[in-house]
């Protein structure tokens, strides 16, 4: 048996063909794809990483590329104005050696909405508030930021690269936006976005994902916007994906648990590399409605894995991690762009609003019932305030 697993593994070493002198890899975006411990993992994540490879190397892959080098080149030095046939790219994916363009046009686009991003050195000036006054959010940051992407070499150490890009980022935001100052999960907006933009565009990108795209309050410490979002989501799975959402319901299992997540940092952490910037240059380019769109996708790949299991605790361990099993990102992209449709954006503003007010009104009911309680927490029926028995004793 040592045999046969000791050939296997040669056999998945000779194809994965790694430099000779690194002990573990990365793939093109700087994430580790082997752990550098655990042999089995090591040989779970090498064919998984071929099975990744073989999927960017098919005739369709390849047909994609073409189509991004012949549009660019007919672009010459014009900038990319948005059109049917360029929104109709993105949704195929952006190839990994034009992502920062296509990213930085993205931003652009939307930037243009705030006149203080044709300021000269507006970046730099926030930053040179924040180096010099106290700001409530840069412990919190620097706690964070080595949390972030921890398996991306780029913030993997407190010397790599992009950290000390990610801490200027987060606080030039902070200072700009002192109502929301810090929130986690902001870090790793800004983490993925600084892969492929410069710093100052990197900024201007989580203004645009934070005041522009995401409704108010979804990073603020309600997180009103995010609970907002996962009820529409909920609207969404009943209506398209109605045999898994009464699955879940009959087996009482709360998805939106997992799914938070998944809108708060836009499935950072939650699917395999290539598919996560492949939903980025769609959300990039069309805004939040793809996060419902690929969420929906996500359930619809493997609903009928789900469909099979009648425990709810197995249901739920197989929520936690399902995402990762999730390789093909055409077929995923297909399902949420055909599948899905059709899928008008009207229809989840309109949601929005209803549920908006909704969660409000018992955030304010709650807020009531927690003024009472502790007032009559603050008194005993004879008026005497109410002391703990280790105020007592002292």
């Keep these: 048996?040592?045999?046969?697993?000791?050939?296997?593994?040669?056999?998945?070493?000779?194809?994965?063909?790694?430099?000779?002198?690194?002990?573990?890899?990365?793939?093109?975006?700087?994430?580790?794809?082997?752990?550098?411990?655990?042999?089995?993992?090591?040989?779970?994540?090498?064919?998984?990483?071929?099975?990744?490879?073989?999927?960017?190397?098919?005739?369709?892959?390849?047909?994609?590329?073409?189509?991004?080098?012949?549009?660019?080149?007919?672009?010459?030095?014009?900038?990319?104005?948005?059109?049917?046939?360029?929104?109709a790219l993105v949704r195929s994916g952006v190839p990994h050696e034009h992502r920062s363009k296509v990213w930085r046009s993205c931003v652009e686009f939307h930037i243009k909405k705030f006149p203080e991003s044709e300021k000269a050195n507006y970046y730099e000036n926030l930053l040179g508030v924040a180096r010099e006054k106290q700001n409530p959010a840069s412990k919190q940051i620097e706690l964070d930021l080595l949390r972030t992407l921890p398996?991306?070499?780029?913030?993997?150490?407190?010397?790599?690269?992009?950290?000390?890009?990610?801490?200027?980022?987060?606080?030039?935001?902070?200072?700009?936006?002192?109502?929301?100052?810090?929130?986690?999960?902001?870090?790793?907006?800004?983490?993925?976005?600084?892969?492929?933009?410069?710093?100052?565009?990197?900024?201007?990108?989580?203004?645009?994902?934070?005041?522009?795209?995401?409704?108010?309050?979804?990073?603020?410490?309600?997180?009103?916007?995010?609970?907002?979002?996962?009820?529409?989501?909920?609207?969404?799975?009943?209506?398209?994906?109605?045999?898994?959402?009464?699955?879940?319901?009959?087996?009482?299992?709360?998805?939106?648990?997992?799914?938070?997540?998944?809108?708060?940092?836009?499935?950072?952490?939650?699917?395999?590399?290539?598919?996560l910037f492949k939903i980025w240059d769609a959300f990039l380019y069309e805004g939040p409605k793809i996060m419902f769109r690929f969420a929906l996708a996500l359930f619809k790949y493997k609903e009928e894995e789900f469909l099979k299991l009648q425990d709810s605790m197995a249901i739920f361990k197989y929520l936690r991690y399902f995402t990762h099993t999730i390789l093909d990102a055409r077929k995923l992209m297909n399902i949420a762009f055909v599948d899905m449709n059709p899928f008008p954006l009207r229809q989840i503003q309109n949601r929005r609003t209803f549920h908006l007010e909704r969660v409000r009104l018992e955030l304010t009911e709650l807020e009531a019932i927690r003024q009472t309680f502790l007032k009559e927490r603050a008194t005993d029926p004879d008026g005497r305030t109410l002391i703990s028995d280790d105020e007592e004793d002292n």
């Design 1 to 87: 048996m040592l045999l046969v697993r000791g050939s296997v593994c040669a056999l998945v070493d000779s194809l994965y063909s790694p430099p000779p002198s690194s002990r573990s890899e990365y793939d093109v975006y700087g994430f580790k794809t082997v752990p550098e411990d655990d042999e089995e993992e090591r040989l779970v994540a090498k064919v998984r990483a071929l099975d990744l490879k073989s999927l960017s190397l098919t005739e369709q892959e390849v047909s994609v590329g073409v189509k991004w080098e012949n549009y660019l080149a007919g672009m010459g030095t014009r900038e990319m104005a948005r059109s049917p046939e360029l929104k």
């Design 151 to 275: 398996n991306n070499k780029h913030y993997s150490s407190p010397e790599s690269q992009g950290i000390h890009k990610l801490r200027n980022v987060l606080m030039a935001f902070s200072w700009r936006n002192p109502d929301i100052g810090y929130c986690q999960g902001l870090n790793r907006l800004a983490a993925i976005a600084l892969l492929y933009l410069e710093e100052v565009d990197a900024f201007w990108c989580l203004v645009v994902l934070v005041e522009v795209f995401m409704p108010r309050d979804y990073y603020t410490k309600t997180l009103l916007g995010s609970q907002v979002d996962q009820r529409v989501f909920k609207d969404l799975m009943s209506e398209k994906l109605p045999r898994l959402h009464s699955h879940f319901e009959l087996h009482k299992v709360d998805f939106s648990l997992i799914t938070f997540n998944w809108f708060l940092v836009v499935f950072v952490d939650s699917v395999v590399s290539d598919i």
